[in-house]
């Protein structure tokens, strides 16, 4: 089944304790990126990348990190996680052909 | 700055009647136009996409319009159901590539029986 699968669903961390929110596609998509959504604010982007080894910054990069060393993973990172970091985070691919956006289920983190 | 505003922020209509959702958008330069519907606590999924020579495109009971000289595009529900009940989710892509997204914060649907 064609899908994006992400890890972990929910979380709750504390302030400073580093985490990582795994992001896996099996769609053999070029684009991938990462979202939060919260209430009021709809979603924003993270970072994207457009291939192995090439990410950018979207729109609230600052706090984060990505990485895209291979093709069907991105990750998200977050090196000291602080209070405003709580959210729904989502990962999502592209076909490069299309531009269709192909979401996972969402992570809720929650940082006290 | 590009932008995407969404009408009505939430709407209740009885099961059966129709419904049409609003956005506006200033995205440059634009490439397209997508609607995605969320349930709640789920993943957004596509509904359609329109470029810009596109003027509508329908998906069963879903109908988009897209008026690339006003900037305004539509989604039209027929006949609404149950399950019709979601945010519906406007977003716009700017430049030749597709990561450059802008997302509307939303429409929330409830249709009730």
């Known amino acids: 089944e064609a899908q994006v699968t992400q890890n972990p669903r929910y979380l709750i961390t504390v302030t400073g304790k580093k985490l990582t929110v795994t992001c896996s596609q099996n769609?053999?998509?070029?684009?991938m990126s990462w979202y939060r959504q919260d209430p009021g604010l709809g979603l924003r982007q993270i970072y994207y990348?457009?291939?192995?080894?090439?990410?950018d910054k979207g729109d609230v990069p600052e706090g984060y990190k990505v990485s895209r060393k291979e093709k069907r993973n991105f990750p998200l990172i977050l090196e000291s996680p602080s209070p405003n970091q709580t959210s729904l985070y989502f990962c999502a691919s592209t076909p490069s052909n299309t531009g269709e956006l192909f979401f996972g289920e969402g992570s809720r983190l929650t940082v006290l | 700055k590009n932008q995407v505003e969404q009408s009505p922020q939430s709407l209740i209509i009885l099961e059966g009647k129709n419904c049409t959702l609003q956005c506006n958008y200033t995205v440059s330069p634009f490439s397209n136009l997508r609607w995605y519907k969320q349930d709640t606590g789920r993943g957004p999924v596509s509904l359609t996409i329109m470029t810009f020579s596109e003027n509508t495109k329908s998906n069963g009971r879903y109908t988009a319009t897209l008026d690339a000289d006003t900037k305004q595009s539509s989604l039209h529900i027929t006949a609404s159901q149950l399950s019709d009940s979601a945010s519906y989710i406007c977003v716009a892509s700017a430049g030749r590539g597709y990561q450059k997204v802008t997302f509307g914060t939303g429409t929330k649907l409830q249709v009730i029986p």
């Open positions: 769609m053999n998509h070029e684009y």
């Open positions: 990348s457009m291939n192995v080894e090439v990410t």
